[in-house]
Structure formats: structure tokens, C-alpha cells
């Protein structure tokens, strides 16, 4: 089945311990990306990722990292996570350079910073 | 600063009836306008899409209009049934490059 998968769904921690939220695709897509979304903001795209090894910053990239490694995944990082990036984020992916695509998104990790 | 304004906040249908949901944007370098559906607990999925080229798209129950001299796109929903109740929002991007989203609209369609 094709699909984009996230870990963990929830995940409660304290200010300033690094966490990791991975991302994994099997559509062989080149593009991945993360977004956050929070109430009457819709989502807003914090990093993207064309190919391997090709990342770039969104609306929104304070405070987080990523990378691409491999194709398939696009882990987000916080390494010192605070209470305003308590938030509900999905991972998406989708093809790239042969014109406007689906975006496919995973099921979203709400995360909570205390 | 949101490059895509969406409205209403919320609304609410009888079943059977019309929902209608608005978009404006400025940027007219944008030339992808889809529409995604997020029910609960889901990630947003594709619902139907558009190319500024044409004026209106149908999907069976799903109509995008498109007026680009307004910068104006909007997304009716006919003869709303239960199982549309969810978060609509519309998004807009250029040349392939990144989605901007609007704020979405959450349908809630009543029995």
C-alpha cells in the first residue's frame, strides 16, 4: 500500500530534550516535506526536500532541523524543543519536476512540549 | 503572512444543501490551486484541483470556480451528505515549487 508513515503519533516531552519525528514514504517520491498545523493558521510549511541530500527552509523553520539521507526518508528534528512548538505536524511527500502533484500526507504526530 | 486568505472559519449545512467555501491570493504567479479534505484524526488528502486556465472544474458532487481577474477561487460542495463533515482547505503554489495553504474551513453537515 502506498503511503507515508510517521512516528510516533504522540508524543509529550519537556522544554529542551531533543526528539526526533521520522518520516518513511514508499512511492520512490523525490519530494518531501513537513508542515505544522495549528488552529486558524492551516499548515504552514516548516521544511522541504527535493531529492537526496537537497533540503530547504519553509514559512516556518525556526527551531527545527531536518535531513535526507535516503529517498524514502525525512526525519524532523527539535533539538531543544519549546512550548510554542506544541503543534500537530504531518510529513507529505510527492513527485517532482513533472508538474504540479498530489501531495500524499502522512497521519500526523501531535506533539506537546511542557 | 498568509499567502492564501480562506473563508469561512466554519459553517453549516443542512443535508442536501450547498457549501461553499471561499479563497483569495495575490500572488499571480501561482498557477496550481488544489483543494484538500482532512477528517479527523487524518492527515489531508487531495480532494480536487485546478489550473488557472480554465474557469470551472467538476469532480461529481465537487465544483472548483476559478476567477482569475478577482484572484479568487472557491470550492462548492452539492447535496452535502454527513460523510463530507470535515476541514477543507484550499492551497496554491507556482512553477511546481512549495503549497501555501489557507486557514481551512471546517464543514459540518447536518442530518
Known amino acids: 500500500e502506498a503511503q507515508v508513515t510517521q512516528n510516533p503519533r504522540y508524543l509529550i516531552t519537556v522544554t529542551g530534550k531533543k526528539l526526533t519525528v521520522t518520516c518513511s514514504q514508499n512511492m520512490n517520491h523525490e519530494y518531501m516535506s513537513w508542515y505544522r498545523q495549528d488552529p486558524g493558521l492551516g499548515l504552514r510549511q516548516i521544511y522541504y526536500s527535493m531529492n537526496v541530500e537537497v533540503t530547504d527552509k519553509g514559512d516556518v523553520p525556526e527551531g527545527y532541523k531536518v535531513s535526507r539521507k535516503e529517498k524514502r526518508n525525512f526525519p524532523l528534528i527539535l533539538e531543544s524543543p519549546s512550548p510554542n512548538q506544541t503543534s500537530l505536524y504531518f510529513c507529505a511527500s510527492s513527485l517532482w519536476g513533472t508538474g504540479p502533484s498530489e501531495q500524499y500526507f502522512g497521519p500526523g504526530t501531535r506533539l506537546t512540549v511542557t | 503572512q498568509q499567502q492564501v486568505k480562506q473563508s469561512p472559519q466554519s459553517l453549516i449545512v443542512q443535508k442536501g444543501g450547498i457549501s461553499i467555501i471561499n479563497c483569495a491570493y495575490e ?47 472557491s470550492l462548492h460542495i452539492m447535496d452535502s451528505q454527513p460523510g463530507d463533515s470535515a476541514t477543507y482547505f484550499c492551497a496554491a503554489s507556482q ?17
Open chain 2, 27 to 73: 500572488n499571480t504567479a501561482f498557477d496550481y490551486f488544489p483543494w484538500y479534505q482532512q477528517f479527523p484524526g487524518k492527515g489531508p488528502a487531495l480532494l480536487i484541483a485546478i489550473r488557472p486556465d480554465v474557469s470551472e472544474k467538476k469532480e461529481g458532487r465537487f465544483t472548483i470556480s476559478f476567477n482569475k481577474s478577482a484572484k479568487q477561487f
Open chain 2, 95 to 111: 512553477n511546481d515549487y512549495k503549497l501555501s495553504f489557507g486557514a481551512g474551513t471546517t464543514v459540518t453537515v447536518r442530518a
